[in-house]
């Protein structure tokens, strides 16, 4: 099986896991809303904010067009009504998960894929990425879908740790 490799991914590793069991191992964020159109821009910068800056993904620009292209279903359609976003209490963005439906690349495995999951540094460590990992996977679940699955850079041990928590199990590396 393939593992996708996302933006400056050192060493990624594919984890799946059930839809039901991640919908019920935490809480939801409380404010969020699906994602839209209009948050393309907001999500190339929080991209930028959050990841690595390494080719071919080493400028602004260039987290825009890979945005761009991610909207504009490059990997899989968008899954908008899956793909939170995060508000504060005064209606501001500060994370988000973006989902396919599903992965259109060889090897890919069946199911909803999560893209991208990220949450604005300074917001880091109050259980939004959590909170959305589950609202995504309380609406995938409901869709009857019965996996997710994404890709996280091996050395992301805070990722690793929370996508255990809510039940991934890892399934490649590489």
């Not at 839809?19 to 404010?31: D, F, K, Q």
């Not at 400028?59 to 292209?69: C, D, F, I, Q």
């Not at 508000?87 to 894929?113: F, K, M, N, Q, W």
Request: proline share 7%; net charge negative; charged share 25%.
């Amino acid at each position: 099986m393939d593992v996708q490799r996302g933006p400056a991914m050192a060493e990624p590793v594919l984890m799946v896991a059930d839809a039901e069991a991640v919908a019920g191992a935490g809480l939801e964020w409380p404010r969020w809303r699906p994602m839209e159109r209009q948050d393309l821009d907001w999500h190339a910068e929080m991209s930028w904010l959050v990841h690595p800056h390494a080719p071919p993904h080493d400028s602004p620009e260039a987290h825009l067009e890979l945005t761009k292209s991610a909207f504009d279903g490059e990997w899989g359609e968008v899954w908008h009504e899956a793909s939170p976003v995060a508000l504060s209490e005064d209606g501001e963005r500060i994370g988000t998960v973006l989902v396919v439906r599903s992965l259109e690349r060889p090897g890919a495995p069946v199911g909803a894929y999560v893209l991208n999951c990220m949450v604005d540094p300074a917001w880091k460590r109050r259980g939004i990425a959590e909170g959305l990992m589950v609202a995504s996977a309380c609406v995938i679940a409901n869709a009857a879908e019965q996996r997710i699955a994404l890709s996280v850079d091996a050395q992301n041990e805070g990722a690793i740790a929370l996508y255990r928590k809510l039940g991934f199990e890892e399934l490649a590396r590489g």
